[in-house]
Nanobody
Framework: VQLQASGGGLVQAGGSLRLSCVASGRSSSSYAMGWFRQAPGKEREYVAGITGSGSGTYYSDSVKGRFAISRDNAKNTVYLQMNSLKAEDTADYYC?????????????????WGQGTQVTVSS
């Protein structure tokens, strides 16, 4: 499975962005997908995850109520809608997939990774 993330950019605080992650090589509907982020000088942290069917989601406390993860399995695409962005959301964002179809919060439990897409929030 190859993952391609896109949609990052520069936005003012309070603004919105939508990230996309397209999976290719195999249908991703049996994989749980996650979004992680890594700010300069910090460890990679979990942001949000979604089960293969899309029926289950889980968010980190730092983004709950502001971000929404969704997926369109017909398009093999997972989305991360980010609203009310804050300067502390600035990071490189990565999408990941795991074969166990479980929303893990540890990056080591994901099998496939996309390249990062940079999100910069100006205050």
């Amino acid at each position: 499975v190859q993952l391609q993330a896109s949609g990052g950019g520069l936005v003012q605080a309070g603004g919105s962005l939508r990230l996309s992650c397209v999976a290719s090589g195999r249908s991703s509907s049996s994989y749980a997908m996650g979004w992680f982020r890594q700010a300069p000088g910090k460890e990679r942290e979990y942001v949000a995850g979604i089960t293969g069917s899309g029926s289950g989601t889980y968010y980190s406390d730092s983004v709950k109520g502001r971000f929404a993860i969704s997926r369109d399995n017909a398009k093999n695409t997972v989305y991360l809608q980010m609203n009310s962005l804050k300067a502390e959301d600035t990071a490189d964002y990565y999408c990941a997939a795991n074969r166990r179809n479980y929303i893990f919060q540890r990056s080591a439990q994901y099998d496939y990774w996309g390249q990062g897409t940079q999100v910069t929030v100006s205050s």
